[in-house]
């Protein structure tokens, strides 16, 4: 009788010891690997700030962000004392960023708003967020190439100034605005509108009174982040925006010289020339200083983006929408 | 609300105005620019100038600028260093004054200039010359520094950059230089990796020195795979900088450290020197394919025996029309022009950017162009 | 009544108000699609003249660019293409394994209180502008990293994509690799720890309760996963590293052949690095060259993007 119930030999299916070491080896190689990543990724994020703030703080001083480069000449120093400066770059800077704000924001925000409240996912959307996605792949230099290409053939070929590299700009920016704010305005509960509805509000309102006001926090940090991401963009604005030596307080006309284009610039030109007696005169002309100031205007634009990075996290931890409650 | 308004319009306006105090604020302006502005007998502009062009000329261009605000406080100069080619298409196009430009204005650029110039054609004058050396690193066999010369000869350049000669202790070198302890080290050629004038120049030398070693045409960009290509000027001396047993070619004025080569002229080895580069400028003749009106164009005489001549050089011209649409634009061309060119504008350049002043000869020749553009 | 009338009012401007809201809205969306119609526009008719014009005017201007070394425009984009796929494609295989071991370090490694400013450590990556990439491989990477390319040269260059001699200084294909790698880590780290932080938390005890160690819980529940989003953010961190422009132009020792040598100078270009170098130089024909060369590298962009979000799509439905 017993020998129709077989026994089963659990022992069979006990994991030997040299599989269970096995399994704990790998398991202890990936660990080792995981936090090896980690590390290694470290290493160029400590050099990368560490070369730039021991060879941009030499140079980094009021006098260097209170003058442009006019009058500059050689490894000389300028009447102030100094050895030029930046004004001038970070003025192009701002005014170009903030031209291809005002194009992008109001462009990427109506476009979210429209892919969230009105399109009901048809095909049009579909094809608006197929696009969306292409344009958040255009190479920065192929827009720095479409903006000169427009300009050239609508204004008048040599148009370069300001705004040329602002419309290049607000090409990479668009898509990151768009991306955001939809998001943003996904997460915006519905039982809102609804409520809103059933009052009777209309629904341009009900949009822009009560869900965007909902979801603007989310917006901002979106829009300041994708900011981030455009202000360091060099290739573009090299076709598209220029250099000069002097402040341009015109965006539409004539050439702008912005941070980036200003580092890759003073780096591209090499040594200064000092003639002998220059290079006893106090304060004494410098050879190297085309890298010392690549070197202090790169610091300047890492703090101006780790600052938008910082505002635009702060931006969106402080005044999250609270989706649960 | 009104209250709110107006405060509102009067904080915008200051707003504003701070902006443009701003503008004028980051100016470093020179110390001596009103007491010689009064002395300066030609007739005063002002207004906005822009230039553009080759980015070898921009210290000069910086140097001039400054200088020439001590005569002119009113001028705006602005020169954009975006490269020859930009730069004569934007002036062809009309919105720049004047052009700088590493080689001359072939002849189809020169008849669509009939288009920006209000008469005549547009023409080009040398202003800027520098030499261009041929420089390496060799610092462990104690070979570089300002003093230290290699001597070389065009075949033996032309054989090196084509990577035919592969070793620094090579027979060929070797020979021309008894005195000096050759390592035994792989040569690795650097070479600009955009197009260039400087890379136009000096293969231009290798091929008029070296023709049956040097298989390539002469163009602005490099035509072999032979070593390593870095961008810019800069781009090149990093490179040289990095590694040893690295040669390159760049204008003189960034050798810095480096060793640089001696040429062989004639019977002689001369290393660059602004001297030696005025000279071969002043040897050679005019190019006499450039035959429309005013123009300057001078072809380097690569073969030169002139004792004394460093023939590797850069030769960098302005291009503007002999009248302008506007005046005003007419004014400050040829005020501008006469200033660069002058024997204080070309001592400034080579203070500041180590180009080779002008001759006499060829600053009197370049004048009779500069005169000739009407000023009403 | 008063108060009646102007309840009508505010409809009535409430309507009109929507209507233009609603029209201001889908205008946006359209202008999304003209943009992009006019990016390929604008490039194609300023990329005409290469069709249209003299061919041998053309052939001039690409030989001029090349220094003789291609004739027509087929032989001057191909290797372009070829150097920009190699490099983004070798950046794109440095910094996956690596992403997804940081992702999985800051969403199952770390301690919970760690793991965001860890994440905002690796976002830090992807603030530095290209060009301080550039100025730091140039001068910084390139005399540290030889000595180590040597070694791979020496040991491993039996391998064809090692071969020697290694190029010093090592301005090659093999360093702009790490650099591009480098920029394209925090891309697709912060997609894959966005993921990896989504995985069923069920599954995951599950498998640990079963007696899975941590490796196999990860490889069991986590991973599959995330697969398909893992395939879509190397899409975007590939779309990122083909479009560089700064980092390759300031490091690369640029040649124009179809070589795979990851160590030897001289060897490929990537079409981005190539507009920024000839651009200053060209002529209005050399500008077209460039601007069609441009054109076919939106083409290859457009093509990665759009598999990434078929890839997607296909993940969600």
């Not at chain 1, 290739?235 to 925006?241: E, G, M, S, V």
């Not at chain 2, 504003?16 to 470093?28: I, S, V």
């Not at chain 2, 921009?58 to 602005?78: M, R």
Request: charged share 15%.
């Amino acid at each position: 009788m017993s020998d129709s119930h077989p026994t089963i030999d659990f022992d069979k299916f006990k994991p030997t010891r040299s599989y269970i070491a096995a399994r704990k080896r790998k398991d202890w190689t990936m660990r080792v690997f995981i936090i090896a990543a980690f590390v290694i990724a470290l290493i160029p994020l400590v050099s990368v700030l560490w070369t730039t703030i021991s060879s941009g703080v030499a140079r980094l001083n009021l006098n260097f962000l209170s003058y442009n480069m006019s009058g500059v000449v050689g490894g000389n120093a300028t009447p102030s004392g100094g050895y030029g400066g930046i004004v001038h770059a970070i003025i192009g800077t701002l005014l170009v960023t903030l031209g291809s704000m005002i194009i992008s924001i109001p462009l990427g925000l109506m476009c979210a708003v429209y892919l969230v409240e009105y399109s009901h996912n048809g095909g049009l959307a579909r094809a608006i967020g197929l696009l969306v996605d292409v344009m958040s792949g255009i190479p920065s230099i192929v827009a720095g190439l479409f903006a000169y290409a427009l300009f050239n053939t609508l204004v008048g070929p040599g148009t370069v100034n300001g705004f040329v590299g602002s419309v290049a700009l607000s090409l990479l920016m668009i898509p990151t605005v768009v991306k955001t704010s939809e998001e943003m305005l996904k997460i915006v509960p519905n039982d809102l509108r609804e409520a809103a509805y059933a009052l009777g509000v209309t629904k341009q309102r009900t949009i822009t009174k009560i869900v965007l006001r909902t979801a603007l926090p989310g917006i901002v940090s979106g829009v300041i982040l994708a900011i981030a991401r455009v202000i360091g963009e060099t290739a573009p604005l090299l076709i598209a925006a220029g250099f000069i030596s002097t402040t341009n307080l015109n965006l539409f006309s004539g050439r702008m010289t912005t941070l980036p284009v200003y580092v890759y610039q003073e780096y591209s030109q090499g040594l200064a020339t000092c003639s002998a007696t220059a290079l006893q005169a106090t304060p004494p002309c410098l050879p190297q200083i085309r890298m010392e100031r690549a070197w202090a205007a790169a610091l300047v634009l890492i703090i101006i983006v780790l600052l938008l990075n910082l505002i635009g996290r702060l931006v969106a931890k402080l005044f999250a929408v609270k989706t649960e409650n | 609300m009104r209250n709110n308004a107006l405060i509102r319009s009067v904080a915008a306006i200051s707003g504003f105005a701070m902006l443009a105090a701003l503008a004028a604020c980051g100016d470093n302006t020179s110390a001596t620019s009103s007491s010689s502005a009064s002395t300066s007998a030609t007739a005063s502009i002002s207004g906005e100038f822009a230039g553009a062009g080759a980015s070898s000329q921009q210290s000069a261009v910086e140097a001039w600028i400054a200088g020439f605000a001590d005569k002119q406080p009113d001028a705006k100069i602005s020169y954009d260093p975006s490269g020859s080619g930009a730069g004569v298409s934007t002036f062809l196009t009309g919105s720049t004054v004047w052009a700088g430009s590493d080689a001359a204005m072939t002849s189809d650029q020169v008849s669509q200039s009939k288009s920006v110039c209000a008469t005549g054609t547009a023409f080009d004058v040398p202003v800027y010359i520098s030499p261009i050396a041929i420089v390496y690193n060799l610092k462990s066999a104690g070979l570089n520094g300002t003093s230290k010369h290699l001597n070389l000869d065009g075949e033996t350049i032309a054989k090196i950059f084509d990577g035919k000669i592969t070793k620094w202790n090579d027979s060929a070198i070797a020979k021309m230089n008894p005195d000096a302890k050759l390592p035994d080290l792989a040569i690795t050629v650097v070479h600009r990796s955009d197009k260039s004038g400087t890379t136009k120049n000096f293969v231009s030398y290798i091929k008029d020195t070296a023709d049956a070693a040097w298989p390539y045409e002469v163009g602005e960009n490099w035509p072999n795979n032979v070593g390593q290509g870095a961008k810019g000027t800069s781009g090149v001396i990093t490179t040289v900088n990095q590694a040893e047993g690295t040669i390159g070619y760049a204008d003189a004025s960034q050798a810095g450290s480096l060793g640089t080569a001696a040429v062989k002229v004639g019977d002689d080895y001369v290393p660059y020197s602004a001297d030696a580069a005025a000279k071969v400028v002043d040897a050679s003749p005019k190019d006499d394919t450039a035959t429309q009106k005013n123009r300057v164009v001078i072809k380097i005489d690569h073969n030169t025996t002139e004792s004394g001549a460093y023939p590797v050089v850069l030769v960098s011209y302005d291009i503007a029309c002999p009248a302008y649409k506007t005046a005003k634009n007419g004014e400050f061309a040829k005020q501008w022009l006469t200033y660069v060119v002058s024997e204080e504008g070309q001592k400034t350049a080579a203070d500041s950017a180590g180009s080779a002043p002008m001759s006499a000869s060829l600053r009197a020749d370049v004048m009779k162009s500069i005169n000739a553009i009407k000023t009403k | 009544m008063s108060s009646q009338t102007t309840v009508t009012q505010n409809t009535t401007s409430g309507k009109s108000g929507d209507k233009v809201f609603k029209g201001l809205a889908y205008g946006a969306g359209i202008m999304i699609l003209v943009a992009l119609a006019a990016v390929t526009l604008f490039l194609l008719v300023r990329a005409m003249p290469l069709l249209t014009g003299s061919q041998k005017a053309n052939e001039d201007t690409i030989v001029s660019f090349t220094g003789g070394q291609a004739h027509n425009f087929l032989q001057y984009v191909g290797p372009l293409v070829f150097g920009t796929i190699l490099i983004s494609a070798l950046a794109l295989l440095l910094a996956f394994p690596i992403s997804v071991g940081i992702a999985l370090f800051i969403s199952h490694y770390a301690p919970r209180k760690l793991s965001t400013a860890l994440s905002y450590v690796v976002d830090l990556l992807a603030a530095i502008p290209s060009v301080i990439y550039g100025l730091w491989g140039g001068i910084v990477l390139v005399p540290h990293i030889t000595g180590f390319w040597k070694w791979v040269a020496q040991y491993l260059g039996w391998i064809p994509l090692f071969k020697g001699p290694a190029a010093d200084p090592s301005r090659t294909v093999g360093t702009v690799s790490v650099v591009l790698a480098v920029m394209i880590l925090p891309i697709i780290t912060s997609v894959a720890r966005d993921i990896f932080l989504q995985a069923p938390r069920l599954q995951q005890e599950a498998a640990l309760a079963m007696g899975a160690t941590k490796w196999e819980m990860i490889k069991l529940a986590v991973l599959p996963f995330g697969r398909s989003g893992l395939i879509s953010a190397s899409m975007l961190g590939l779309g990122r590293a083909l479009g560089e422009t700064m980092a390759v132009l300031m490091i690369l020792s640029p040649g124009m052949s179809y070589s795979v040598k990851l160590l030897q100078a001289s060897q490929n270009q990537s079409i981005a690095a190539n507009i920024a170098a000839q651009f200053p130089e060209a002529n209005d024909l050399g500008v077209s060259t460039l601007i069609a060369t441009g054109l076919v590298l939106f083409l290859i962009t457009f093509l990665v993007n759009f598999i990434a979000r078929k890839i997607t799509e296909k993940a969600r439905a």
